[in-house]
């Protein structure tokens, strides 16, 4: 059973406002990641994480920033937000399977609207 | 460009029968591919994969064929039950022992009773 963990779930927040969506996982996974999706539309890898004080963009460009101080945290910034960042914004973590793949475990995700 | 689509948005299966759901993909470096369900206001939870070495992989209900000339992939659900009910998303990697996956828009799998 994996446990990680997304908070808040719901934020609505004025534009230019500075936000830290909140993500942890008790598993000890070293892998970490945000995907941003769009309502109907695929999840976009924005950040990973290979371990602590490691940081990576993904595909999709964000002007988010991340962090990784400890293991288990794995937060996201906006320094200003604006509307173009309403999106549900999802954490995953990850482990090698047995047979060497990877399989993500996603948090509940947090739905953020911007005004 | 999308690497991984899945053109049908939505589908409604009664309970008992297959449920089939379809995903093409583009890009002929991917050779890992992983089906996630994904219920409301819940993240998406990983359901089952296939590598690239096999044409099929069967997990109780859940069976996913994998046809490697066609790019297309399909997940069959066998019986469909109410509990089956949910958004799943195909994903794909380029590598076998790489976690960066590429997300199809995903289908809506609806069963009635």
């Known amino acids: 059973e994996a446990d990680i963990y997304q908070t808040p779930r719901y934020l609505v927040i004025g534009t230019g406002k500075k936000i830290t969506l909140e993500c942890s996982q008790t598993m000890g996974h070293d892998k970490m990641y945000w995907y941003q999706q769009d309502p109907g539309m695929e999840l976009h890898l924005i950040h990973y994480?290979?371990?602590?004080?490691?940081?990576e963009k993904g595909d999709l460009s964000s002007e988010s920033t991340v962090s990784r101080i400890r293991t288990e945290h794995f937060p996201l910034t906006l320094e200003s937000a604006r509307p173009s960042h309403t999106s549900q914004y999802l954490c995953a973590s990850s482990e090698p399977g047995a047979s060497g793949t990877y399989e993500q475990y996603f948090g509940p995700g947090t739905r953020l609207t911007v005004t | 460009d999308q690497q991984v689509k899945q053109n049908s948005p939505s589908l409604s299966v009664q309970e008992g029968r297959i449920s089939i759901l379809n995903c093409d993909y583009t890009n002929s470096m991917f050779d890992y591919f992983l089906w996630y369900k994904k219920y409301p206001a819940e993240g998406p939870t990983f359901l089952i994969s296939?590598?690239?070495?096999?044409d099929k992989n069967e997990d109780g209900r859940f069976t996913v064929f994998l046809n490697k000339s066609a790019k297309h992939l399909s997940l069959h659900i066998v019986p469909s039950q109410p509990g089956d009910s949910a958004v799943y998303f195909c994903a794909a990697s380029r590598s076998y022992n790489t976690d960066k996956l590429i997300f199809g828009t995903g289908t809506r799998l609806q069963v009635f009773p």
């Open positions: 994480s290979y371990g602590v004080n490691s940081t």
């Open positions: 296939i590598s690239s070495i096999k």
